[in-house]
């Protein structure tokens, strides 16, 4: 089974905090992403990569870094937290048409 | 530019009656297509996928889903519902030539009723 594993299930922050979620996959696919789900809105596309070192933006990038220097792994940043940022972070590794994702980090800016 | 609609972001279903649940989506192409499960406290699950083969697709759990392209649909059934049900669903789009990037819609909440 394809697994994908998220560092935390829960994080709590302060405002201003630098801010690291990690995703790994254990299946050696090529493309990863991260959305942010919130009530009423779905999930949304933060940032994606297609492979190792390649990073594109989804449709709110704003706030958030990625890094990817490694297959496995997928990082996403939040160099400096703030309370608007509160949201249930989704990491997904895409394999022969399919999306797997994690479980999920519930991160709570203060 | 692609979006998807749910229409109803909660549903109310007696156990052992039909659930149906409805998207649409705005796409310039025929896209994939596909219905996502959440339960609490998990991430998501795959229930189906379109990908331009059969119109009518069979996914887990009992479920099925049919593409209709005149209707830009792809609505969520199942015949009779169970307890185990109770959950979001989320329809979502991506488009054939990025895969992989998906376009979700709001979310639908299952309730599922003795």
């Known amino acids: 089974d394809v697994k994908v594993t998220q560092s935390s299930r829960y994080l709590v922050k302060r405002t201003g905090e630098k801010v690291f979620l990690e995703c790994v996959q254990d299946?050696?696919?090529?493309?990863m992403f991260w959305y942010r789900q919130d009530p009423g809105l779905g999930l949304r596309l933060i940032y994606f990569?297609?492979?190792?070192?390649?990073?594109e933006k989804g449709d709110i990038p704003e706030g958030y870094s990625v890094s990817r220097e490694k297959k496995e792994r997928f990082s996403l940043i939040l160099e400096s937290a703030s309370t608007n940022q509160t949201s249930m972070y989704l990491c997904?590794?895409?394999?022969?048409?399919?999306?797997?994702f994690g479980p999920g980090t519930r991160l709570l800016v203060l | 530019a692609q979006s998807v609609t749910q229409l109803g972001s909660h549903v109310s279903v007696s156990e052992g009656a039909l659930v149906l649940l409805r998207c649409n989506y705005s796409?310039?192409?025929?896209?994939?297509l596909f219905w996502y499960v959440q339960y609490p406290n998990q991430g998501l699950q795959l229930l189906l996928k379109?990908?331009?083969?059969?119109?009518l697709v069979k996914g887990i759990n009992g479920f099925e889903a049919e593409f209709k392209k005149s209707k830009t649909s792809f609505h969520l059934t199942k015949p009779s519902a169970h307890m185990s049900d109770a959950a979001e669903y989320f329809c979502?789009?991506?488009?054939?030539?990025?895969?992989?990037?998906?376009?979700f819609g709001a979310g639908t909440q299952v309730v599922v009723t003795p």
């Open positions: 997904a590794s895409v394999g022969r048409e399919t999306q797997y």
């Open positions: 796409s310039s192409v025929p896209p994939y």
């Open positions: 979502a789009v991506s488009p054939t030539d990025s895969w992989g990037k998906l376009q």
């Open positions: 299946m050696d696919h090529e493309n």
């Open positions: 379109y990908t331009s083969a059969a119109t």
């Open positions: 990569s297609y492979d190792v070192k390649m990073k």
